[in-house]
């Protein structure tokens, strides 16, 4: 938040002050509507290394659920997914990968991104359609490993209380997510798969991954040039 004001003549130390409080305020909230959200600290690391971004300018809408489109984006803004490197002998279209987008939509070359660097979407996505918690940590997940190459785990899988609601080929990537500790359970053990996902919960996923990444760089490649290795989590 760029905070401007017209200064009435002060004295130089009050004018001082003014500036740095002011600084101190941007720096730390760039969005106003995080007061009563309990990532706000993580919302606003990730938005000061430019890994999310509010709807409009100091509005983060953290109750907002979100859209398959706009989680798409979180993940390829997060993981810095591009197609820099690519040559395409005509100019791809979001249509080229899914039917169902709108190659004028703000996310066309969002979803153009995530089907080259193969994100594991449907054919029939539908970019309008609001994405549940499931289906966020999947995708999440499955960029995540594929983007940083991370090793095999030793799993042992956690007892889910709502396990019976949470689609089938869904359930690794789940059980992955809450060993990263990129989720957690909720006391009594239930995850609430079906749930929509809001953008505040979509962050702080984000802000756990990256920071499990962190933690865990890739394997270093051995001498015939493959990586290898396998890691257990406690």
């Known amino acids: 938040m760029n905070l401007k004001s017209k200064l009435v003549p002060f004295s130089t130390a009050a004018i001082l002050t003014i500036a740095l409080a002011g600084n101190s305020f941007a720096a ?14 993580k919302i606003i690391a990730l938005q000061e290394n430019g890994y999310v971004k509010g709807i409009s300018d100091g509005v983060f809408a953290p109750d907002h659920t979100i859209t398959a489109a706009e989680g798409i984006q979180f993940i390829v803004n997060a993981l810095k997914l591009n197609i820099d490197s690519v040559r395409f002998l005509k100019e791809p279209k979001a249509t080229d990968y899914y039917p169902n987008a709108n190659n004028d939509a703000w996310y066309a070359n969002t ?14 996505l539908d970019p309008s ?4 918690r499931e289906e966020f940590t999947y995708h999440l997940i499955q960029a995540l490993e594929q983007k940083e190459n991370l090793p095999m785990i030793n799993l042992v899988p956690v007892e889910i209380a709502d396990q019976d609601q949470i689609t089938v080929d869904y359930q690794g990537a789940i059980q992955r997510a809450l060993a990263y500790h990129v989720v957690e359970l909720d006391a009594g053990g239930n995850f609430y798969p079906k749930d929509k996902i809001s953008r505040a919960e979509t962050a702080e996923q984000i ?26 989590l406690e």
């Open 28 to 41: 730390t909230t760039p969005f106003r509507d995080l007061s009563n959200v309990n990532a706000q600290e």
């Open 111 to 124: 979803l153009i991104v995530a089907a080259v660097n193969g994100l594991d979407l449907p054919a029939d």
């Open 129 to 132: 359609q609001e994405w549940t």
């Open 207 to 232: 802000y756990q991954a990256l920071e499990y990444v962190k933690a865990h760089p890739a394997p270093a490649p051995d001498s015939t040039g493959t990586e290898t290795g396998e890691t257990s």
